[in-house]
């Protein structure tokens, strides 16, 4: 059974960091795009980035370019999200999730259809 299971998540002020982890079991870790996706109340869910099966490659969306920054430990099942300088408009819940697919374009990284595993999601709130 694969599971996904995200961590880190919590309450920061503005202009804080806060480093989400995702640690995966029951899948071959080493062989699937990871990405990051979130969402806020009454919103869809957004793709952050993604990152490639070796983390050779990442991509992110511009919101979060230069602040953000995801990272893998395949020794470790695990891949994380490290988050700077935060805003209150990254409030959201924070999920990872697997796609057996290659790392490919960011059209495709982004749709949320693509994962075939996600998790249960962190809530991230950014106070003002």
């Known amino acids: 059974q694969v599971q996904l299971v995200e961590s880190g998540g919590g309450l920061v002020q503005a202009g804080g960091s806060l480093r989400l982890s995702c640690s995966a079991s029951?899948?071959?870790?080493?062989?699937?795009?990871m990405g990051w996706f979130r969402q806020a109340p009454g919103k869809e869910r957004d793709f952050v980035g993604a990152i490639s099966e070796s983390g050779g490659s990442t991509y992110y969306v511009d919101s979060v370019k230069g602040r953000f920054t995801i990272s893998r430990d395949n020794a470790k099942n695990t891949v994380y999200l490290q988050m700077n300088s935060l805003k209150p408009m990254d409030t959201a819940v924070y999920y990872c999730?697997?796609?057996?697919?290659?790392?490919?374009?960011?059209?495709?990284?982004?749709?949320?259809?693509?994962?075939?595993?996600w998790g249960q999601g962190t809530q991230v709130t950014v106070s003002s």
């Open positions: 029951g899948l071959t870790f080493s062989t699937y795009t």
């Open positions: 999730a697997a796609d057996r697919s290659a790392f490919t374009t960011a059209q495709l990284m982004g749709r949320p259809a693509r994962y075939d595993y």
